[in-house]
């Protein structure tokens, strides 16, 4: 865990027979063998995966191309005419040249390309949760007049079709369609493509007109206090109770020591008391805010907890950039497929910017290889100096005993709160053993429950 802006390796931890609860496939396959053995069969299962991938996508693409028609048709020519001239059959030498000549004119269909210029557009690249969005497919025809024909555009997993009606020649077209935003993440949209194909269907080509764009769906976030959001409230810097020799809040005076600074002699308590007395200030810092969001599913019980989470996690660091606020984001860090032991670290999310944040939150995920909460916490609270105040994210599955270990983690000074997402839960604050716990079960009950905390303090 780092400062924002600076780059840096994962901590990994330096126990090497941690792998107990470590779901990975390699753990799956040789469980804790690191011998010879063990690597052989991990890249064994390796190389077949790549090999049975390669040849998946040689079928995709001549599955785009051949339609199960085409494919029934190509099978023919062979059989029929290997038969028919092997057994002297007609018959069978008909239908196979018949076949040939199906699949020449067939392929007659898919050669030149339709003089149209197409373009992809998206009004705007990022979107929220349940927010309207939309795209709009322009065609331009240079050429002669075009028949109609049915443009199709990828929008994620699914297929949007829209009816191109017959262009003029020099004549452009505009027609717009809605993307879905139900769920965050980034949807793929386009490229626009048009369909080719002879009239039997043995032969079906698609044609990619535009490039493909991406749409960044934000997690829904909500305003919190701004003078909550740190809880240490502050103009230049808040003393604390350390003591300095140099800063702007003073504490009191003492007599010179061998060392200190003449410049913060007090020179009329010197000449009162007959002795060098010097000013002593309290240490003064910014409030240094740590958002950490655990992706591990042992924290939570069901899909809704952590999208409720991840939504918690975005209002309360896009609250604290925008005050301007030093302020850190980090998530678990998961754990790789064939990874030999589990992975300690966090991952930092980038808090130059509101945006920049939120699309990194977008396309985090849960998973049963990412680091709960309270070890998450002790790496935040050995890596990360200064903090002032930690915000922890988890679900209801995390116990209360948990978040005492993890708020033990940090030092005395810090102000630790565990955000529950619990949607069944009664909402509401409470205190335990060094860790304030605020229960939520929709987002607006975060705004509430801060502004309550602020009111009270």
């Not at 005395?412 to 069944?424: L, M, N």
Request: overall charge positive; some cysteine.
């Amino acid at each position: 865990m780092t400062h924002p802006g600076r780059s840096t390796r994962p901590r990994e931890s330096t126990t090497t027979s941690d792998t107990a609860g470590l779901g990975t496939t390699r753990a799956r396959i040789v469980g804790a063998r690191t011998g010879v053995l063990a690597d052989a069969v991990v890249a064994v299962v390796r190389g077949t995966r790549a090999i049975g991938r390669a040849l998946a996508t040689v079928g995709r693409r001549l599955s785009a191309v051949i339609t199960p028609l085409g494919w029934v048709v190509l099978a023919v020519i062979p059989l029929a005419l290997g038969a028919g001239y092997t057994l002297g059959w007609l018959e069978l030498v008909a239908a196979g040249w018949t076949a040939v000549l199906l699949a020449l004119a067939a392929a007659a269909f898919l050669v030149g390309r339709a003089p149209y210029r197409m373009t992809l557009t998206l009004p705007h690249r990022r979107a929220v949760v349940g927010e309207d969005a939309r795209g709009a497919v322009t065609v331009d025809n240079a050429g002669g007049r075009r028949l109609g024909t049915v443009m199709e555009v990828p929008v994620g997993s699914a297929v949007v079709e829209l009816a191109l009606p017959g262009l003029r020649r020099a004549t452009a077209h505009t027609q717009d369609f809605a993307i879905p935003t139900e769920r965050r993440g980034v949807i793929a949209v386009g490229p626009v493509r048009t369909v080719r194909g002879d009239p039997l269907g043995l032969i079906r080509r698609e044609l990619s007109w535009t490039e493909r764009l991406e749409l960044v769906v934000h997690p829904r976030t909500v305003s919190v206090p701004s003078t909550s959001t740190g809880l240490i409230r502050d103009l230049e810097g808040s003393p604390t109770r350390d003591l300095t020799a140099s800063d702007v809040a003073f504490h009191a005076l003492r007599e010179y020591q061998t060392g200190d600074d003449r410049r913060y002699i007090h020179w009329k308590s010197t000449a009162k008391t007959g002795t060098y007395m010097v000013r002593q200030f309290e240490q003064t810092r910014r409030s240094h805010l740590v958002v950490a969001l655990s992706l591990s599913t042992h924290d939570f019980a069901s899909e809704d907890e952590f999208e409720l989470a991840v939504s918690a996690a975005g209002s309360l660091g896009v609250r604290a950039i925008r005050d301007g606020r030093t302020v850190s984001v980090v998530v678990s860090a998961i754990t790789p497929e064939f990874a030999k032991r589990r992975l300690y670290a966090v991952h930092p999310l980038a808090t130059h910017q509101p945006d920049r944040l939120l699309d990194e939150l977008a396309v985090v995920n849960a998973s049963v290889d990412a680091l709960p909460v309270r070890d998450m916490a002790r790496i935040v609270a050995d890596g990360t100096p200064g903090i002032s105040v930690a915000f922890l994210v988890c679900g209801s599955r995390t116990a209360a005993a948990e978040l005492r270990i993890a708020a033990a983690a940090f030092p005395q000074d810090v102000e630790v709160v565990a955000v529950v997402c619990d949607p069944d839960a009664v909402p509401g604050m409470r205190r335990l053993a060094g860790v304030n716990v605020i229960t939520i079960g929709y987002l607006d009950e975060l705004r509430l429950a801060l502004a309550r905390s602020a009111a009270v303090a």
